[in-house]
T-cell receptor
Framework: AQTVTQSQPEMSVQEAETVTLSCTYD???????LFWYKQPPSRQMILVIRQEAYKQQNATENRFSVNFQKAAKSFSLKISDSQLGDTAMYFCAHTNFGNEKLTFGTGTRLTIIP | SAVISQKPSRDICQRGTSLTIQCQVDSQVTMMFWYRQQPGQSLTLIAT?????????ESGFVIDKFPISRPNLTFSTLTVSNMSPEDSSIYLCSVEASYGGQGTQYFGPGTRLLVL
């Protein structure tokens, strides 16, 4: 069974600083997808970034980038120039190719301090 | 991206009653999913709803408790039946949309349910 582990329940960082959220996963498949979702207090789940396992290049979306280490099964999220609006729960998620089911980690609560 | 709406956004219900949650998408999608997020917890998949077939339930979830309808490619309902306080959660629907890349799901705003 797939598992996704987020070992940092809470983090806080000063506005404009850089923060990295950790995620590890376990799968026996070689082709899969990884995601980071953001859930602000409004509770809307928002897709932040997506990574395809067969692509060696790390995905980036503006201030958000990932460090994907396939051999280590690690998928961390880096937020640069953090903003107050980045305050939210962040969930790491995994799905195998052709499976469609997302497995979520337990989440990291990130607080950006003014 | 797809616009997904849910009704109601929140509700307070008495134990023993049932609540039907609606999920509407502004475009046709093949795959729709229903998740539960208990207070302070992560998301757990309840079932996958495909149009024209029975929903596929995950371990620990049964059709009698969480009946699902999927009458067309833009709409689905989840009913929480014979509710107890343990059913107090946020219920979210999601859709898989190819424009986001294979396997990518987009979520509705959620329905916050409190059972007294």
């Amino acid at each position: 069974a797939q598992t996704v582990t987020q070992s940092q329940p809470e983090m806080s960082v000063q506005e404009a600083e850089t923060v990295t959220l950790s995620c590890t996963y376990d799968t026996s498949e070689s082709n899969y997808y990884l995601f980071w979702y953001k859930q602000p207090p409004s509770r809307q789940m928002i897709l932040v970034i997506r990574q395809e396992a067969y692509k060696q290049q790390n995905a980036t979306e503006n201030r958000f980038s990932v460090n994907f280490q396939k051999a280590a099964k690690s998928f961390s999220l880096k937020i640069s120039d953090s903003q107050l609006g980045d305050t939210a729960m962040y969930f790491c998620a995994h799905t195998n190719f052709g499976n469609e089911k997302l497995t979520f980690g337990t989440g990291t609560r990130l607080t950006i301090i003014p | 991206s797809a616009v997904i709406s849910q009704k109601p956004s929140r509700d307070i219900c008495q134990r023993g009653t049932s609540l039907t949650i609606q999920c509407q998408v502004d475009s046709q999608v093949t795959m729709m999913f229903w998740y539960r997020q208990q207070p302070g917890q992560s998301l757990t998949l309840i079932a996958t709803a495909n149009q024209g077939s029975e929903a596929t339930y995950e371990s620990g979830f049964v059709i009698d408790k969480f009946p699902i309808s999927r009458p067309n490619l833009t709409f689905s309902t989840l009913t929480v039946s014979n509710m107890s306080p343990e059913d107090s959660s946020i219920y979210l629907c999601s859709v898989e949309a190819s424009y986001g890349g294979q396997g990518t799901q987009y979520f509705g705003p959620g329905t916050r349910l409190l059972v007294l």
